[in-house]
């Protein structure tokens, strides 16, 4: 019997509280749906105050805030696509962006985009989130790679800490954290599951380019003596010098966290927003500072995917979603943005924030990289995404780990990744 | 046969070393759940945090609505095993008992079934559960769990319906029961611990399941625990660990209390199974 009362209650509830929700308004005001991608406390709570915010200033375009997550963004936007349920706002990384802008699921804000904010975010911002004659995003926050440095090991070593008007170069980066290793520790611990996008992004400093375009818009990968410098670098550490970690080069940033905080390694390269875990996780007294990757040829330049906000190419309120988009990037709400994510803002009035210039957890290092942050190389790369997985990622890691050569490396990248990008350009 | 010393004490020490293995995710998932930033970031970990806090339930709580999950979970889990076993009790005994070359057939298709990988089947299912305006609810949700859950489902219950002797129904038919008679006062009571089996199984499938509810539900009043738990991961897989943990404690929680609720009977049941007449 109380089976029965069981079954029973369960297929009344399924019927009457689980029914779809798409319901229309019709007193005329628009709904639009924001997806965010925000994760940190901080940031969450950001996102969901400005939209309050918007709401309450608002009344004939409300704004519902969705949260989405980083891990599961492509195949979640690529479903809601297809079927024509995808968010108003698509909060989403311009690395992402080229195969649903290409594919028609994003909607061309060239000419939706007000004038503040077309100017207020550099150009080459911009070509982070340009695909063929359109732009298909607003580049919002970035950040740049820099050094997280044990900042007591570093001044009882004597070595010259280097600012963003000083950088390291490539050749006194290599010296120094030959200088600092040794009895069990290293100079530097570097964090290279995902070898790739680091490695490309940094190479930029060097000159490094790999992916060249022809007149005929063309690519083809070629692997050149700028291209070199950055992993002949982190190769002879792992391998010659003995200075890098050989165990980090599989980890993620996190994973090198413990070992960073427990004295193992002088310095890790990581992300600039890393620094809340940084503030979060190091024990007490724990002296840490933010030291600009090092420089090459071309200076502190490297490679950056910002993050984005888009409008569904199906949204039938596309005026007002850039609107709102307009709304949440005016350079105070930037800033609110960019602190609650521990990242730099592309606006150029945001980014004269005093907040941003403090020297307090590095802030003021990382905003004077700025200026140096290009689009990365292979964002606009069709094919890219199966370039790296099958080609490239195994190439770098065997390369790093003293498995094959530089000529092999070099032979695999070009020879393999051509005939990869070759069949998505026919 | 007796069995030596030295090889009993070998058998308790592999149970002993496959309890451990078996436990060791759980227990360290605790360990973190209760641990301080500053522990996590410990080189030198240890099993008891050293200063256990409550901060990481606090702060998961504060960040995402995981009661309302956990009840569209709930919600989701226990609707796909009920109607699962509903649907999959009648067709599992014709099956079993008629060997008829559609039942063959039916048991042939269940398991080629199992082969199809999910996003091979994600955006035509999406299409036609759009067409039924059945995209972000939670009865569309649970019909795609049940469609999901139903061929291992059967293959399961076709089992325990083999192991019922069906010499028991005849007698119940020369004692004058009639079809509908035998098959509730004889077989259902046999068939039950199968049929909480199985009704579990169709609950864990739903009450983890991640990839059909982050694409199927659009709203946050609708979406499940699983989908919730990706927002304390962020980009680059960089994760808030601590609140993670945490919240992901309180997700294995039900299926711990279902499983030792009603442990005996799915250990009937298996044993059940298991037994010729």
Same mark, same amino acid.
């Given at each position: 019997?109380?089976?029965?009362?069981?079954?029973?209650?369960?297929?009344?509830?399924?019927?009457?509280?689980?029914?779809?929700?798409?319901?229309?308004?019709?007193?005329?005001?628009?709904?639009?749906?924001?997806?965010?991608?925000?994760?940190?406390?901080?940031?969450?709570?950001?996102?969901?105050? =400005?939209? #309050?915010?918007?709401?309450?200033?608002?009344?004939?375009?409300?704004?519902?805030?969705?949260?989405?997550?980083?891990?599961?963004?492509?195949?979640?936007?690529?479903?809601?696509?297809?079927?024509?349920?995808?968010?108003?706002?698509?909060?989403?990384?311009?690395?992402?962006?080229?195969?649903?802008?290409?594919?028609?699921?994003?909607?061309?804000?060239?000419?939706?985009?007000?004038?503040?904010? #077309?100017?207020?975010?550099?150009?080459?911002?911009?070509?982070?989130?340009?695909?063929?004659?359109? &732009?298909?995003?607003?580049?919002? =926050?970035?950040?740049?790679?820099?050094?997280?440095?044990?900042?007591?090991?570093?001044?009882?070593?004597?070595?010259?800490?280097?600012? !963003?008007?000083? !950088?390291?170069?490539?050749?006194?980066?290599?010296?120094?954290?030959?200088?600092?290793?040794?009895?069990?520790?290293?100079?530097?611990?570097?964090? =290279?599951?995902?070898?790739?996008?680091?490695?490309?992004?940094?190479?930029?400093?060097?000159?490094?380019?790999?992916?060249?375009?022809?007149?005929?818009?063309?690519?083809? &990968?070629?692997?050149? #003596?700028?291209?070199?410098?950055?992993?002949?670098?982190?190769?002879?550490?792992?391998?010659?010098?003995?200075?890098?970690?050989?165990?980090?080069?599989?980890?993620?940033?996190?994973?090198?966290?413990?070992?960073?905080?427990?004295?193992?390694?002088?310095?890790?390269?990581?992300?600039?927003?890393?620094?809340?875990?940084?503030?979060?996780?190091?024990?007490?007294?724990?002296?840490?500072?933010?030291?600009?990757? !090092?420089?090459?040829?071309?200076?502190?330049?490297?490679?950056?995917?910002?993050?984005?906000?888009?409008?569904?190419?199906?949204?039938?309120?596309?005026?007002?979603?850039?609107?709102?988009?307009?709304?949440?990037?005016?350079?105070?709400?930037?800033?609110?943005?960019?602190?609650?994510?521990?990242? =730099?803002?592309?606006?150029?009035?945001?980014?004269?924030?005093?907040?941003?210039?403090?020297?307090?957890?590095?802030?003021?290092?990382?905003?004077?990289?700025?200026?140096?942050?290009?689009?990365?190389?292979?964002?606009?790369?069709?094919?890219?995404?199966?370039?790296?997985?099958?080609?490239?990622?195994?190439?770098?890691?065997?390369?790093?780990?003293?498995?094959?050569?530089?000529?092999?490396?070099?032979?695999?990248?070009?020879?393999?990744?051509?005939?990869?990008?070759?069949?998505?350009?026919? | 046969? +007796?069995?030596?010393?030295?090889?009993?004490?070998?058998?308790?020490?592999?149970?002993?070393?496959?309890?451990?293995?078996?436990?060791?995710?759980?227990?360290?998932?605790?360990?973190?759940?209760?641990?301080?930033?500053?522990?996590?970031?410990?080189?030198?970990?240890?099993?008891?945090?050293?200063?256990?806090?409550?901060?990481?339930?606090?702060?998961?709580?504060?960040?995402?609505?995981?009661?309302?999950?956990?009840?569209?979970?709930?919600?989701?889990?226990?609707?796909?095993? /009920?109607?699962? /076993?509903?649907? @999959?009790?009648?067709?599992?005994? %014709?099956?079993?008992?008629?060997?008829?070359?559609?039942?063959?057939?039916?048991?042939?298709? %269940?398991?080629?079934?199992?082969?199809?990988?999910?996003?091979? %089947?994600?955006?035509?299912?999406?299409?036609?559960?759009?067409?039924?305006?059945?995209?972000?609810?939670?009865?569309?949700?649970?019909?795609?769990?049940?469609?999901? @859950?139903?061929?291992? @489902?059967?293959?399961?219950?076709?089992?325990?319906?083999?192991?019922?002797?069906?010499?028991?129904?005849?007698?119940?038919? /020369?004692?004058?029961?009639?079809?509908?008679?035998?098959?509730?006062?004889?077989?259902?009571?046999?068939?039950?611990?199968?049929?909480?089996?199985?009704?579990?199984?169709?609950?864990?499938?739903?009450?983890?399941?991640?990839?059909?509810?982050?694409?199927?539900?659009?709203?946050?009043?609708?979406?499940?625990?699983?989908?919730?738990?990706?927002?304390?991961?962020?980009?680059?897989?960089?994760?808030?660990?601590?609140?993670?943990?945490?919240?992901?404690?309180?997700?294995?929680?039900?299926?711990?209390?279902?499983?030792?609720?009603?442990? +005996?009977?799915?250990?009937?049941?298996?044993?059940?199974?298991?037994?010729?007449?």
């Amino acid at each position: 019997m109380r089976t029965k009362w069981l079954i029973g209650l369960v297929l009344a509830l399924l019927l009457t509280g689980c029914t779809g929700s798409d319901s229309g308004k019709n007193d005329g005001s628009v709904t639009l749906r924001f997806q965010s991608l925000a994760w940190q406390e901080e940031s969450v709570a950001a996102n969901q105050q =400005l939209v #309050k915010e918007w709401n309450a200033t608002h009344p004939d375009v409300k704004v519902e805030y969705v949260q989405g997550s980083w891990d599961s963004v492509h195949d979640q936007l690529l479903t809601s696509f297809e079927g024509g349920e995808a968010p108003d706002i698509i909060h989403d990384a311009s690395d992402d962006l080229a195969d649903f802008a290409y594919g028609g699921y994003l909607a061309d804000l060239t000419d939706l985009l007000p004038a503040r904010l #077309k100017s207020d975010i550099p150009q080459r911002s911009w070509e982070t989130a340009t695909f063929g004659d359109g &732009i298909y995003g607003v580049p919002f =926050l970035q950040e740049p790679r820099v050094l997280i440095a044990n900042a007591t090991w570093l001044k009882e070593s004597g070595v010259r800490i280097p600012t !963003p008007d000083k !950088p390291w170069s490539w050749t006194e980066f290599r010296r120094i954290t030959g200088e600092l290793g040794g009895d069990g520790t290293y100079g530097i611990a570097w964090p =290279l599951k995902e070898p790739v996008s680091a490695t490309l992004n940094l190479s930029l400093s060097a000159g490094g380019q790999l992916f060249h375009r022809s007149a005929d818009g063309k690519v083809t &990968i070629r692997f050149e #003596k700028g291209d070199e410098v950055v992993p002949r670098t982190v190769h002879d550490q792992a391998n010659t010098d003995h200075s890098a970690s050989p165990t980090t080069l599989g980890s993620s940033g996190s994973d090198t966290l413990p070992g960073f905080f427990g004295g193992k390694y002088a310095m890790v390269p990581l992300g600039f927003s890393y620094r809340q875990q940084i503030v979060q996780q190091a024990p007490k007294g724990f002296d840490w500072q933010v030291l600009p990757a !090092p420089a090459g040829a071309d200076g502190l330049s490297q490679g950056v995917s910002p993050q984005t906000l888009s409008v569904a190419e199906d949204s039938p309120h596309k005026k007002e979603a850039v609107e709102f988009i307009d709304y949440l990037l005016q350079p105070k709400n930037m800033v609110r943005l960019a602190l609650g994510d521990w990242m =730099l803002p592309t606006g150029t009035q945001a980014l004269k924030a005093p907040a941003l210039h403090t020297t307090e957890n590095g802030w003021a290092t990382g905003t004077a990289l700025a200026a140096h942050l290009r689009s990365a190389p292979a964002q606009s790369v069709r094919g890219y995404p199966e370039w790296k997985d099958k080609v490239a990622t195994p190439a770098f890691q065997e390369y790093y780990s003293g498995a094959i050569g530089l000529d092999e490396l070099r032979a695999r990248l070009e020879k393999d990744g051509n005939l990869v990008l070759a069949r998505y350009q026919r | 046969m +007796r069995t030596s010393t030295t090889g009993r004490v070998g058998q308790y020490v592999a149970l002993l070393a496959y309890l451990v293995f078996l436990a060791f995710p759980f227990l360290w998932l605790i360990s973190i759940a209760f641990k301080s930033p500053r522990e996590l970031g410990s080189l030198h970990p240890t099993w008891i945090p050293r200063d256990p806090t409550l901060d990481n339930f606090r702060q998961a709580f504060d960040e995402q609505p995981l009661l309302r999950a956990a009840g569209n979970s709930l919600l989701a889990a226990l609707g796909a095993a /009920v109607i699962a /076993v509903l649907i @999959a009790t009648p067709l599992a005994y %014709v099956m079993a008992r008629r060997r008829t070359l559609l039942a063959r057939a039916a048991t042939g298709w %269940v398991v080629v079934s199992q082969a199809f990988p999910l996003v091979l %089947v994600i955006i035509p299912l999406f299409l036609v559960l759009k067409n039924l305006r059945l995209i972000n609810s939670l009865f569309g949700l649970v019909l795609v769990y049940v469609v999901w @859950a139903l061929p291992f @489902a059967l293959w399961m219950l076709v089992g325990y319906v083999r192991a019922v002797p069906e010499e028991l129904e005849e007698a119940a038919a /020369v004692d004058g029961a009639g079809r509908l008679r035998t098959l509730v006062s004889v077989t259902a009571p046999l068939l039950a611990p199968g049929i909480v089996a199985t009704a579990l199984f169709a609950f864990i499938t739903a009450w983890n399941e991640f990839f059909f509810a982050l694409v199927l539900l659009k709203t946050p009043e609708k979406q499940t625990l699983p989908v919730v738990l990706t927002h304390f991961i962020g980009a680059e897989g960089v994760a808030d660990l601590g609140p993670l943990a945490a919240a992901a404690f309180l997700a294995t929680l039900p299926s711990l209390v279902v499983f030792a609720l009603i442990q +005996r009977r799915i250990t009937s049941g298996m044993l059940a199974g298991a037994v010729k007449s």
